[in-house]
Each structure stands twice: as C-alpha cells, then as structure tokens.
C-alpha cells in the first residue's frame, strides 16, 4: 500500500529536519513544498507531502510516523 504525510513545521530548519527525517526512512517526496503566512500566529509555514510504498493493508489505525 502507499502511504501519504504532509509535513508541516513553522519555516525554521526544524522542518528541513522533519522533512530529512523522513527522507532517511524511505519517505519519498510527493509534489512541490508549500510556503504560506500563518497569520494567526505572525509566522511563515512550511508543509512537504511525502509518500512511501509498505507492505500490509491500509486502516485509520496505521500509524504513519512509524514507517
């Protein structure tokens, strides 16, 4: 089955680690990153999809951050 994230972070290099991270775990990157003013909070965002391909079948139980 495939797998799908979206990885948000405030733009800090707290979110090129998050993306890093899951890169070293298989995750592949799904489409360009996303950038946008969080307006609520004064800050820039940051968000990256990433997918990975995993045995098994999907249910909402998966938990996605341990593959």
Request: hydrophobic share 35%; net charge negative; proline share 4%.
């Amino acid at each position: 089955m495939k797998l799908y994230r979206f990885l948000t972070e405030d733009d800090t290099a707290a979110f090129c680690h998050k993306v890093s991270a899951a890169l070293a775990k298989g995750w592949e990157l799904y489409g360009p990153p996303t950038y946008a003013f969080d307006a609520s909070n004064g800050v820039m965002r940051c968000g990256q999809a990433v997918v990975k391909e995993v045995e098994g079948d999907y249910s909402p139980d998966v938990k996605l951050g341990q593959h």
